[in-house]
């Protein structure tokens, strides 16, 4: 089971979300001049629902959250009218699934769906464009005004180039939540892959393949990292230790080995090591992707 949220933005009462339609007015996060880049809900292919705690139940698998919110939309659908009916659907859902989290400081929300038939999106059944135009959020544990006008930190740490790779190289919502509230992952690899090949590759050379395939191949190590930590209570690089969010750093002296240049990217895909040999088998399995990588970006015709 996967697993990261960046840093620690979705602790309980310094959390909020949106999740539907661009009703959202506070997107502050953004560089002045930069137009503004809509990572909630960047495409019909996908969507985020990080901050209203969707990786935070116990069982976080795909699968898992797939049911999960597969069942409580149905519910949404059928049972709530207006707003006199939210009560008995949060209750009816808080009674019925399992509210075992993670982290008891990060919020799971109930109002977290399917936005579309095809679940191909997550979001926040309260949005007005869930409800022909009728905004519930007001019930919620945010309220209204946070749930509409939070941005997550990605919002700002992010480049524009490194918004836009990463929403053309990802196709759903499950990989894609893991991937954009992970700050450190994807600066630590468009850093690599900028010094291998000498500049920043414009963020439309991610559309083609197999480009787009190749990096897509390393954000799914978030799936399958073989080196990630049987330790479940991490978020990528952080865990919690009560309400503080901490790293645990890799330790390469232990291994009799230099700090890694990827140690950023280790950390991010909670990594552990048990020999010098599993670390380097590490080392060359990210190299491995940026070399191919920059090879296929090369290759591009548009490439100079
Ligand atoms: S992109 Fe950020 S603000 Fe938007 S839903 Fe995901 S975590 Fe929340
Ligand atoms: S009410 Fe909607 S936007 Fe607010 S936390 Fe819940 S799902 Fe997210």
């Not at 009560?242 to 991010?268: K, N, T, V, W």
Request: charged share 25%.
């Amino acid at each position: 089971m996967p697993f990261l949220l960046y840093t620690p933005p979705l602790i309980a009462r310094n959390h909020p979300f949106h999740g539907g339609g661009p009703t959202n007015a506070a997107f502050s996060g953004t560089m002045p001049d930069e137009p503004f880049t809509h990572l909630c809900q960047p495409d019909s292919r996908k969507s985020c629902g990080a901050c209203c705690g969707i990786y935070n139940y116990a069982d976080s698998s795909r699968e898992a959250l797939a049911a999960r919110l597969r069942r409580r939309t149905e519910r949404f659908r059928n049972d709530v009218r207006d707003a006199a009916d939210l009560p008995a659907f949060s209750g009816m859902i808080r009674a019925a699934e399992d509210q075992t989290r993670r982290y008891e400081v990060i919020f799971c929300c109930e109002y977290v769906g399917f936005l579309d038939g095809d679940e191909k999106k997550v979001g926040c059944l309260l949005h007005p464009a869930q409800n022909n135009g009728k905004d519930l959020r007001e019930i919620s544990f945010y309220g209204r005004e946070l749930c509409a006008g939070h941005l997550c930190p990605s919002y700002s740490f992010l480049s524009r180039m490194e918004k836009l790779a990463l929403i053309h190289v990802m196709e759903d919502w499950y990989l894609y939540g893991l991937c954009v509230t992970d700050v450190d992952l994807v600066k630590q690899y468009f850093r690599h892959l900028a010094d291998l090949l000498g500049e920043i590759p414009p963020a439309e050379r991610f559309r083609e393949e197999p480009v787009r395939t190749i990096a897509r191949r390393f954000f799914e190590f978030k799936l399958h990292w073989p080196f990630r930590s049987p330790e479940v209570n991490r978020f990528g690089r952080f865990y919690f230790d009560g309400a503080q969010h901490m790293i645990r750093p890799i330790d390469y002296g232990a291994l009799g080995c230099e700090r890694s240049g990827f140690d950023g990217i280790f950390l991010s895909l909670t990594s552990e090591f048990r020999t010098p040999d599993e670390l380097k088998n590490a080392e060359d399995r990210i190299q491995r992707n940026i070399t191919e990588l920059a090879g296929a970006l090369r290759a591009s015709p548009d490439f100079r």
